[in-house]
């Protein structure tokens, strides 16, 4: 393993490379242990540079097997090579040169699932983001842009398809039966976005013509016998395609665009040019086997990859800083897709649902960076919800301060100019000031501060002049290596709500406000309503228009005014997800003080009187339904968490609410949409209404009787999925649940992704019973440690979806986590340290619990030979 050089990047240090590569040609010749790749690239010193100055090759665990200067070994004392560089002087001062590298490396051998690996039988590789460097000694950074020639050569029974990036040149047979394939990719393009497939795979074809006539064919490879579960990602890729060019104008630019499905893939899916490599998860579905949640999330992620072909890779980052530039911009695009695919407000709800519950976190502990980190010691660790999440907040934010029309012209302006460049932040942000003529300095605060802002708002109502004033004060709270902020530009959409439900319409006389939105660009700054009719309610933060807190004193009879009256129905939800806040965190405290719960009869009238109002749409019901998780009402409490109290609280006002509504409740789980199944919006949210109605019913009832009759009916793996969770999690010791766990098992245990599904429902079943569970499970034959999958479906769950039993109060659940942490390191880092972040919240947990949580830390930080990504998350998260 490559050890801990405790080595940190920082971004004031960025220096162009002294060597520019106009081309690479690459030779494999692929064998499971000893795969020759040949490298021929074409490079020369820039300008300027000293002409003693070598050039420096990333490596990384590589072993040079040939090395040759214009076609002519070299000499030994002119080059040094380790496993992690490759050092070469004496070379031409300013003519261009071609030097060639010859590597072996052993596919089969490589279980890090970064460079060439086999999985299944096939070749394939992962280059982001400094994968490239595991095939051969490259200049491995993301401003080295070069046209790629690419041979392949295999057997021909082992790899009858052999793929790469690009257009396809052309191929034949060789001798020994093996044969070759050529591809050539025009569009110059960082290492990171390199890519090989090499297999006997199934495939599905299709064709987009493009907006100006061309024909693109569009091929998806899975395993054979599963192409039929492929043609819905077909589906989404071609209205991404579409959606692409109408609303951005962006056009895709090869003969082919492919998508490989594997199954062992360290993360969702990759945007390598014209050969996207897809985690199996997001690509294979049918009704039998996937649930609403999986389409909807191959809907978003076949998006999220073909849409990296303008944000990515088109242009794309000068250095790993820069991330977000393409990361944030590109879920930004994905979230637009799927609320135009969908219904907007329901799908705004689920974003804000998970940019509290993922990157809330993230900001308020250990391991909180600026959406542009200023320094990294191992880059694998910022694939973060910060860059990723709120790296689209910020970008929406864009949209938000210069409207929908100044918006698109910045983004034309950003694909005009930077086209086939690596670029930075300052880049993309000078087109939309160019633009909109507005001054974005204090706003790009947004990219370099870390943490979340927390808005502190009073009004105050003036009967007697219809004077309205509301008063805000942003703060930010320090986060590691940022003492001091200042002060930042946050846009919030408000509404002033009147008694009779109307809306007053009108700017503020003071501050600045600008179509429904509020600018608060000072510490402190008051805006001024007048000729306000009633006293109003304020609606702040509409839509989650910028990712910060609210601190305000509103009462439950205002929230539920809002959440009645509102215009907009993202903003109806957040008023009735404040008053559940609200109320279960009152609870989880009354609990945890051993006096009784408050009275819950209000927010049950509510929620019930929600559920039964067929005027609002299904999916939004559902959401409303679905209460704060104990892991939202921990964030809020904040810190001295004690996770069985908040369970307990919970689950005292789920009870109430379900009695409230049991016969509602009752009703609605028997509404399951028409058959046959289709997984678009309207019928998905169906099912999530009577999914979430079943589990309240069942409450109510105190009975697994009806969870499993539906369990028995279902033909489709939603409802399968919502009764066996019902069962598991609310009866996990019934009869009934022993025995669906065992039908379930029985009838998918040839389908992994399935299985990952009955390990997670499991896994998340709430309580300290549930460790002994899981500990069984990873004895279960269907378990596999090398498949992340897998371990993210067991570990995974429990870590991050079950708080009560991995935060059991005798820390077997810390000690659990990092036993497998340490288990799976020197195979998988990336796959450990991201398991090992699930610890990032333990200075919230109350005294005991902390001790023992930052004990089983400190034995992961003493053990000697960590990988640099565990070494550092481990040392991040203890120090913070
Ligand atoms: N760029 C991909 C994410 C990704 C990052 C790293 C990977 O390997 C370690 C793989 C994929 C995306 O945003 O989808
Ligand atoms: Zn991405």
């Not at 790993?320 to 219904?343: I, M, P």
Request: proline share 5%.
């Amino acid at each position: 393993m490559r050890t801990d050089t405790g080595q940190v990047f920082h971004l004031k240090n960025y220096k162009p490379t002294d060597f520019v590569v106009e081309r690479i040609d690459l030779t494999f010749e692929l064998d499971p242990v000893a795969t020759l790749v040949v490298s021929r690239v074409i490079l020369h010193r820039r300008a300027g540079v000293a002409e003693d100055a070598p050039l420096v090759l990333d490596g990384d665990e590589l072993t040079l097997e040939g090395l040759q200067l214009d076609g002519e070994d070299l000499d030994h004392a002119l080059f040094t090579a380790t496993p992690d560089s490759l050092t070469i002087h004496g070379l031409p001062a300013t003519a261009p040169f071609e030097i060639t590298v010859t590597t072996r490396i052993a596919p089969e051998a490589n279980t890090k699932l970064s460079g060439l690996y086999r999985t299944k039988g096939v070749y394939c590789t992962q280059c982001e983001a400094e994968g490239f460097r595991r095939i051969t000694y490259f200049q491995d950074r993301p401003d080295v842009l070069a046209v790629y020639t690419v041979t392949v050569i295999a057997r021909k029974d082992e790899a009858p398809l052999l793929l790469s990036n690009g257009n396809y040149l052309g191929g034949g047979n060789y001798d020994e039966g093996r044969h070759f394939a050529t591809w050539f990719d025009p569009h110059p393009k960082p290492a990171y976005l390199f890519a090989l497939v090499a297999g006997d795979l199934g495939v599905i074809e299709d064709s987009f013509t493009t907006q100006s006539g061309r024909q693109v064919a569009l091929r998806i490879y899975v395993e054979h016998g599963k192409e039929l579960r492929a043609t819905y990602a077909m589906d989404v890729l071609k209205r991404s395609m579409r959606w692409d060019e109408e609303v951005y104008g962006r056009e895709y630019d090869l003969d082919i665009f492919m998508i490989v499905a594997v199954s062992d893939f360290n993360m969702g899916a990759m945007e390598n040019k014209g050969l996207n490599v897809f985690n199996d998860k997001y690509v294979l579905a049918d009704p039998e086997t996937a649930t609403d949640a999986d389409y909807a999330n191959i809907e978003i992620i076949v998006a999220h990859e073909y849409f990296h072909n303008w944000t990515g890779n088109r242009i794309t980052c000068r250095d790993w800083f820069q991330l977000c530039l393409k990361e944030g911009l590109t879920v930004y695009r994905d979230h637009c897709f799927a609320a135009d695919q969908r219904s907007a407000p329901v799908k705004r709800i689920s974003e804000i649902r998970v940019l509290k519950a993922h990157q809330f976190p993230e900001d308020a502990g250990p391991l909180a960076h600026p959406v542009r980190p200023a320094s990294y010691r191992e880059i694998n660790n910022f694939y973060t919800a910060t860059v990723y999440e709120k790296g689209s907040e910020v970008v929406g934010m864009i949209r938000t301060i210069l409207g929908r029309e100044a918006f698109r012209k910045g983004m034309d302006l950003y694909f005009d100019r930077h086209d086939g460049e690596a670029v930075t932040i300052e880049d993309f942000l000078a087109c939309f000031a160019e633009v909109s003529g507005r001054d974005l300095t204090q706003f790009a605060l947004w990219y370099s501060q870390a943490g979340t802002p927390s808005v502190s708002v009073s009004t105050v109502w003036n009967e007697a002049t219809s004077v309205f004033s509301v008063t805000m004060e942003q703060t930010l709270a320090p986060t590691p290596g940022q003492s001091r902020k200042q002060v930042m530009h946050l846009p919030l959409a408000y509404g002033l709500i009147l008694e009779d439900g109307g809306e007053h319409v009108g700017t503020p006389r003071s501050g600045e406000a600008r179509d429904g939105v509020l600018h608060l660009t000072k510490r402190k700054q008051t805006f001024t309503f007048e000729g306000v009719p009633s006293r109003p309610v304020l609606s702040i933060n509409r839509g989650f228009s910028a990712p910060v807190t609210i601190a305000m004193e509103q009462s439950a009879a205002d929230l539920a005014h809002i959440a009645r009256h509102d215009t907009d129905g993202v903003a109806r939800w957040q008023a009735l997800n404040d008053h559940a806040t609200l109320h279960l965190v009152a609870a989880a405290r009354f609990t945890r003080d051993g006096r009784p719960a408050p009275d819950g009869k209000e927010l049950a009238d509510i929620l019930v009187a929600t559920a039964a109002d067929e005027s609002l749409e299904q999916a939004f019901r559902a959401q409303a339904l679905s209460l704060p998780a104990e892991s939202d009402i921990a964030r809020e409490i904040g810190s001295n968490i004690d996770p069985d109290s908040i369970r307990s609280a919970r689950e005292t006002v789920l009870a109430e609410v379900a009695r409230a509504g049991r016969d509602v409740f009752g009703r609605l789980a028997e509404k399951m949409p028409e058959v046959p199944y289709s997984p678009d919006a309207l019928s998905a949210g169906a099912r999530a209404l009577s999914g979430v109605a079943l589990s309240y019913v069942c409450l109510a009832e105190g009975s697994p009787q009806r969870a499993k009759t539906v369990f028995d009916g279902a033909d489709n793996m939603t409802v399968m999925t919502q009764a066996l969770q019902v069962l598991a999690h609310q009866f996990p010791e019934a009869e009934e649940t022993t025995e669906a766990l065992a039908t379930f098992e029985s009838r998918f245990e040839d389908n992994p992704l399935v299985m990952d599904k009955w390990f997670a429902i499991q896994a998340m079943a709430p309580g300290a019973a549930t460790l002994d569970r899981v500990k069984a499970l990873m004895d279960s034959p269907h378990f596999d440690r090398q498949n992340p999958n897998r371990m993210r479906a067991l570990i995974g769950s429990f870590t991050s979806g079950n708080p009560t039993g991995f935060n059991r109060a005798d820390g077997a659940g810390f000690r659990l986590l990092c036993e497998e942490v340490l288990a799976i390191d020197q195979r998988n880092p990336q796959l450990a340290a991201r398991l090992l972040t699930a610890m990032r919240s333990w200075r919230a947990l109350e005294p005991g619990r902390q001790e023992l949580a930052r004990l089983a830390l400190v034995a992961v930080s003493g053990v000697a030979e960590l990988s640099t990504d565990v070494r550092d998350i481990v040392e991040r998260t203890l120090a913070g």
